[in-house]
Structures are given as C-alpha cells and as structure tokens.
C-alpha cells in the first residue's frame, strides 16, 4: 500500500478511537509545464506540487473538519495536531450532518469506472484519450485492494515531457520552425473511512495533458485526459503534428483553383451576400407583400433567449412563406418581444432577435453530399464590399478538396446567387452579422465567377 493511502486510513482510524465515524481525505497534486524552441532538447521546465490532508469527524450533534498541506517529506509524520483540531471542531459542529452512508456507493467487489466530464476551451484540435478511474474496496480484501491501488498508481504516471517532445519533433520532422508548451497534471485522491460501519478506503487517479504549439506558421494542439494506455498519447501528438506539417505544406503551396464547375458557399459566405437585401425587406414589409427570395427559401425570426425591455422572450415567428411576407415591420412595445434602444440615440425600435434561412426540403441534402460534388468550396469571410447595383464583393479563405488555395473574390447579386443555387445543406450553422445572428445552410452554385487572389508568400 502506497504511503499516501497508509495516511489516509491513520487518520481515519484515530479519529474514529474517540468518535462515531472519521473520514480522511489525501489529495496529492503535480502540475508540471514544460517550453521546446526549435528542434533541440527541453529547454525551460517548471513545476508545482502539494499535499492536501483533510479530516472529517462526525461529532454528537454534526460533523467537524480541519485540513492542512504537507510535503512529501511529511507523509509518514504524525498528524496529532490535525486530529485534535478535528476533534474539538466536531465536538462543537451543531449541523446535524452526519457521514453514515459514505463511500456506500463504491462496491467492494470490483473497481468503479466513471466518465469525466467534457472540457471547455481546449486547445485546437482538442481529442481525448481516457477518463477517470476510481478503484474502491473494504477491509475484508486487503490484497485485492493493494493490487487495486498499486493499478491505480501506475495508471496515473504519464509520459514524460521529453517523451512528448521528442515524439513531436519526429512526427514534424523537416519542420522550419517548432515550438510547443505541454502542461502535465496527474493527481492522486485516497478517502478512508472508520468507525462504527467498518473500514473503507476509495482510490482515484487522474492525469491531463495539454499541448499547445506552432509549426511553420501553424497552430497546433490537443487536450486529453489519460488513462492505462499512455501510447494513445503520443500517438494524438504525432497525429497533431503531422495534421500541421500537412497544412503548413499547403499554405506554403496553395492549391491552383482554376475555374470550378460546381461552388460551395460557406454560411458566412451565404448570409453577407443575402442578409442586406433581407434586412431593408424586412425594415419596409407588410404582410402580403412579396419577398425577393424564391418561393422555396423560407426565412423566419428564431426568437431568442433573452428579455427585451418589456420582459418579453422573443419566440420563433415565420417572416417570408412561399415568396410572400407573413409580417409586417413590428412596432415598438406591440408585444412581440423584438424592442429594443439604439445604442446612439436610445430611441426604442423593433429590431430582428435572430435571422433564420432555410430551403425547402426538395432543395437540400447532406453536407457531405455537397462536399463530395463541389470541386472547389470558400470559407471564411476575409473582407465584404457592397458595390453599385447591388451586387457584393466577397473575398474568403479558399480550397480545394483537402488543400488550401488562399484567399479568392466572387462578385454575385442575391439574386444571381439564388437563381444559380444548386442545393442548400440540411444543417445550418450559426453566423454573426454586425449585431444579427444568422442561422444559415451551406449552398452549392454552379456558373459563379471564382477568382484566385495572388500570394505574396
């Protein structure tokens, strides 16, 4: 049995010589971070690391707790001053709380395995590798449960930074440039409890990795938390790093565009040539009217999840059916839940909550579906112009099939781009217009004018 978890079944166990139940808590904890430039070895590496002891007493009229940090020279210490503040604070709790029942959840007969949590804000390209694992027995399996823990133990060792380092530089090999950042955090959680219900120990162990780098001018990154099989680490990092190289290689060597048959538009792409013409519809409609999109493009207000001045969540309302306006301009404060004050002038106005654009089922397919027949797709809105008569200026980010080809301008009328559409996607992707948010398809088209923008790489 580990030192640590010996700490924690101590504690318990002297705790509960004076009192109905203890319950001990050992929490060990590493972060340790780690800095490459170019090629060569590990050059900058700092860590941080700690114990947490924490202990539970249940008391006659509530539980007490009292917790302190040690090193790891520490451990096999006496904790006689933890144990009698643990005490006195039971003695005086008046909570009511009590820790029969704990640990009850954990079954004895065979190690917990519990999913962890999805992470927010990873790095790019972020996958996961594992999960946590808990491993819990009582007194009655002392070997099953040493076998268990010492499992435990070498489930959370990593791979090293230099191991992660050099498995990078392999995979990016031929590479300009190569910098990284790698964060290891492994921690070690061992809960016993005694008294009155017998004697329980609970095991748990947990590693995080996070990579964050560049490679010739190319981000790249992962975030996963780990579990037995430490190669499936190093096997995402050398995915990462040749997903990279591979992209580096094709901004250094954009893909020649020509003139591609068949188009696809990206909803950016899609909602600056379309949303202005929607937007002064909108502003001058009254029901009946008729809309400037073709019958089969349905246009409605997907409401919004916020209050406007009147306390009013704006709901989903049907704006262009068949061509024609279902609604007229709204009013301010008529009940629609759409007012809101100009910024500049605190005027209250009626204004769109979301604007949603959608194709009649005939008129759509699977994205992948439009992917595989385009022969050329653009992205990413780099700049929009409006130009005279109407029409639209767009430059965006370009490719072809997997490869990158730059920057690339069209020059299309709304009308142009709905009578040359070949199919919308089935799903919509959300998109930011000055203040507007836009739910918008995916759109092939066929006939377009495409020009490649020159490289000054």
Do not use: Y
């Not at 050398?238 to 068949?262: C, E, F, I, N, Y």
């Not at 246009?299 to 059916?321: C, F, K, N, W």
């Not at 209250?348 to 949603?356: E, I, K």
């Amino acid at each position: 049995m580990s030192a640590l978890a010996e700490l924690a079944r101590r504690l318990a166990r002297e705790a509960s010589r004076r009192a109905p139940r203890a319950l001990a808590t050992v929490h060990e904890w590493r972060h340790v971070r780690s800095q490459l430039e170019g090629t060569g070895e590990v050059e900058r590496s700092a860590s941080k690391e700690g114990i947490l002891v924490t202990l539970r007493v249940e008391g006659p009229r509530g539980v007490g707790s009292a917790e302190e940090w040690i090193g790891p020279a520490e451990v096999a210490g006496p904790r006689n001053a933890l144990v009698r503040a643990a005490l006195a604070l039971a003695r005086e709790a008046r909570d009511g709380g009590s820790l029969r029942g704990a640990l009850e959840g954990f079954d004895p007969a065979r190690p917990e395995r519990r999913g962890a949590a999805p992470r927010s804000g990873a790095a790019p390209r972020s996958r996961r590798a594992g999960s946590l694992a808990a491993t819990s027995f009582d007194s009655s399996s002392r070997a099953k449960g040493a076998r268990l823990l010492a499992q435990d133990e070498r489930r959370g060792a990593a791979p090293t930074a230099r191991e992660i380092f050099a498995a990078l530089r392999g995979a990016a090999r031929g590479a300009r440039e190569l910098s990284a950042d790698i964060s290891v955090e492994t921690s070690r959680t061992f809960v016993a409890l005694a008294g009155e219900d017998g004697d329980r120990l609970h095991a748990r162990a947990r590693t995080g990795v996070v990579l964050q780098g560049e490679l010739d001018g190319c981000e790249l990154g992962l975030s996963c938390e780990l579990d037995a099989d430490e190669s499936s680490l190093l096997d995402l990092v050398r995915a990462t790093a040749k997903d990279a190289r591979s992209r580096a290689r094709s901004r250094s060597k954009p893909a020649a565009l020509g003139k591609p048959r068949l188009l696809l538009l990206s909803p950016s792409v899609v909602t600056w040539i379309l949303h202005g013409a929607l937007v002064s519809g909108f502003a001058s409609a009254c029901p009946g009217d008729q809309a400037f999109v073709p019958r089969w493009l349905e246009v409605d207000d997907g409401g919004a999840t916020a209050p406007d001045e009147q306390g009013i969540v704006p709901s989903p309302v049907a704006l262009v059916r068949d061509g024609v306006w279902q609604r007229g301009p709204f009013l301010p404060f008529d009940g629609s839940g759409r007012t809101r004050k100009d910024g500049r002038t605190a005027v209250t106005r009626a204004g769109l909550a979301t604007l949603v654009l959608k194709a009649a089922p005939a008129r759509t397919r699977r994205l992948a579906a439009l992917a595989r027949e385009a022969r050329a797709a653009l992205g990413e809105v780099a700049s929009v112009d409006p130009l005279p008569g109407g029409r639209v200026h767009v430059i965006a980010h370009a490719s072809r099939g997997a490869r990158a080809a730059g920057l690339a301008a069209l020059r299309v009328a709304p009308k142009e781009l709905l009578a040359k559409t070949v199919a919308f996607s089935r799903e919509l992707e959300p998109v930011a217009i000055h203040d507007l948010g836009v739910l918008a398809p995916w759109a092939l088209v066929t006939g377009l004018p495409l020009r490649q923008l020159r490289s000054d790489r």
